[in-house]
């Protein structure tokens, strides 16, 4: 358990309305969750892959110098 200090500050003198309006640049984020998605699968998929052949003895390492 932690102890949390927040400091103290001014209320701003603009408006609530004019502060909320400037933040419009959030959606102009694009959300690439769906990428790292795709990303962890395939290599998950390698994982298994490499475990399976791990397991069979069929998993080799070469050495190319």
């Known amino acids: ?3 949390v200090i927040a400091p103290t500050f001014d209320i701003p003198k603009e408006s609530l309305e004019e502060i909320s309006s400037q933040d419009n640049t959030s959606w102009d984020i694009p959300d690439r969750n769906f990428i790292y998605f795709f990303m962890m699968l395939i290599w998950l998929f390698f994982l298994i892959r490499v475990l399976i052949q791990i397991r ?3 998993f080799k390492i070469q050495k190319n110098f």
């Open 1 to 3: 358990m932690g102890i």
């Open 56 to 58: 069979k003895g069929t």
